[in-house]
Nanobody
């Protein structure tokens, strides 16, 4: 297992930007595909973005394509989610997730993911 700690959430106006960070510790980071999920009040946790261990393969949910960018720094054991042009509907708790020996595609659903961070709140005001 790995330990995941998110940071960078906050309150921002619509159209603004935030950068979420996820610090990873505990195992060999390069063996893990990483992802970001979010959960709004009263809704199920949903996939946002995923990245392969190589850092060269990405997946995004349609609603964030062109606005969000996932990246990773394997030397620093960090994963990032740059969020631009934020909308009120992006308001949610954002969770970092990890899955050992997975492809990026394998991170596009919550099934099979056992390593989660505690979440960071993102609130976008209109």
């Amino acid at each position: 297992q790995v330990q995941l700690v998110e940071s960078g959430g906050g309150l921002v106006q619509a159209g603004g930007s935030l950068r979420l960070s996820c610090a990873v510790s505990g195992r060999t980071f390069s063996r893990y595909a990483m992802g970001w999920f979010r959960q709004a009040p009263g809704k199920e946790r949903e996939f946002v973005a995923a990245i392969a261990w190589t850092g060269t393969i990405f997946y995004y949910t349609d609603s964030v394509k062109g606005r969000f960018t996932i990246s990773r720094d394997n030397a620093k054991n960090m994963v990032y989610l740059q969020m631009n042009s934020l909308k009120p509907e992006d308001t949610a708790v954002y969770y970092c997730a990890a899955r050992e020996f997975s492809t990026a595609q394998g991170m596009t659903a919550t099934t099979g993911i056992r390593d989660w961070g505690q979440g960071t709140q993102v609130t976008v005001s209109s």
